[in-house]
């Protein structure tokens, strides 16, 4: 499909940039993706805000219905919350694979064409944003991963979730759990924790409960999150860390999300004239499922 890249922005946007111009709309076609070809020096290193460094890596079975329309078709994958001392970051499983190979190969001045053609071999993430919380400050993080079109983020404080903790237990892996729920922004949620696993975390925004979050479902069965496994970061685990480039905006929340839901519906419009096919024919029309986790 590509051909030499000329005078390419390297960072995880970059990645992104090439996953939207395959047009793909599901994880199995991702191998049709072709590579890019040509000497593109080494790999830089990523503009990042740090947030410290990674004590645990929690990981979630992760299941969405990206189009509200058809229900019927969900789509799997992985996502994983990153805690450290001075924050945790959500993010999908593969964006964060991503961000280490970046990272991995910057230090070490590896190719960067051969970086990005690994990045691009790892498929389609499932979750296209990343979320942080920074605990001194009290502050959320959102910030969408859509390529160089959306270079945007917002921050406000973290949510106070009013949990309803009921009596109602069952067992998840092997580790007694707890049930409870919450509205928020548009969803009921149901999580299910557990206080053998004393960490107030879960998924994206929901922590808080006496324990980790093993379970999470909202009541329309478009998102599910399904605990898999805990462990403990290593010295050769990257930094917590947030993407940062140079032209990243800090917007007001509701212009981040109209920013995201226009992309979504005209995803190859908001590229511009920038990039063309290899036949010097404009970007195909097309629009993209939106469902995002927050409603309201």
Not at 14 to 34: C, K, R, V
Not at 155 to 165: G, N, R, S, T
Not at 244 to 269: E, G
């Amino acid at each position: 499909m590509f051909g030499q890249l000329k005078q390419i922005s390297f960072c995880r946007c970059a990645i992104a940039a090439l996953i939207l111009l395959s047009g793909l709309s599901s994880q199995s076609s991702f191998a049709q993706f072709s590579k890019i070809t040509g000497d593109i020096g080494t790999t830089p290193k990523p503009s990042v805000d740090s947030i410290g460094l990674i004590d645990y890596k929690i990981y979630y079975g992760t299941l969405v219905v990206t189009d509200k329309d058809d229900p019927e078709i969900k789509e799997v994958g992985t996502s994983v919350v990153l805690v450290g001392t001075n924050g945790l970051v959500f993010d999908d499983y593969i964006e964060y694979k991503r961000d280490s190979l970046i990272w991995n190969a910057a230090k070490w001045k590896l190719p960067a064409t051969n970086t990005i053609n690994l990045g691009l071999a790892y498929g389609r993430p499932l979750i296209s944003f990343t979320s942080a919380i920074i605990f001194g400050r009290n502050i959320h993080i959102f910030q969408p991963n859509l390529g160089s079109s959306l270079r945007a983020r917002y921050e406000e404080a973290v949510p106070k979730l009013d949990w309803q903790i009921t009596s109602e237990e069952k067992e998840i892996g092997g580790y007694k759990s707890q049930k409870a729920t919450v509205s928020y922004r548009g969803r009921v949620w149901t999580a299910w924790f557990t206080e053998e696993l004393p960490m107030p975390y879960g998924p994206y925004i929901f922590g808080g409960l006496p324990g980790l979050i093993l379970e999470l479902r909202d009541q329309k069965g478009e998102y599910a999150f399904t605990f898999s496994g805990i462990e403990k970061a290593t010295a050769e685990d990257t930094p917590l860390m947030l993407s940062h480039h140079k032209l990243l905006r800090v917007l007001p929340r509701v212009q981040v999300r109209t920013m995201v839901k226009n992309f979504m519906s005209a995803p190859m419009a908001a590229m511009g004239n920038r990039i063309k096919m290899k036949d010097g024919s404009p970007l195909p029309k097309k629009s993209f499922p939106y469902n995002p986790i927050e409603l309201e």
